[in-house]
């Protein structure tokens, strides 16, 4: 259970990088829309990490 909980949270971790990454590479850097959207990915992150590891914990 905890190992693929962990794998779904390292995943979305790597997409947040990632889009802070892109972000900061544009001309005006890391916008407040790009802000909303790393929160949105976290929440994302966090929620599917919850199921992975309730799904695993169920099944059990």
């Known amino acids: 259970m905890l190992m693929w ?4 949270f390292a995943a979305g971790i790597v997409l947040i ?3 802070i ?3 900061s590479k544009k001309k005006g850097g890391v ?3 790009d802000k909303r959207r790393i929160w949105g990915i976290f929440q994302v992150t966090c929620v599917l990490t919850l199921v992975v590891a309730g ?3 169920m099944a059990d």
Not at 5 to 8: A, E, K, Q
Request: proline share 6%; aromatic share 12%; charged share 5%.
């Open 5 to 8: 909980g962990s794998i779904t």
């Open 17 to 19: 990088a990632i889009e």
């Open 21 to 23: 990454w892109q972000a």
């Open 31 to 33: 916008t407040p829309t």
């Open 55 to 57: 799904l695993i914990w």
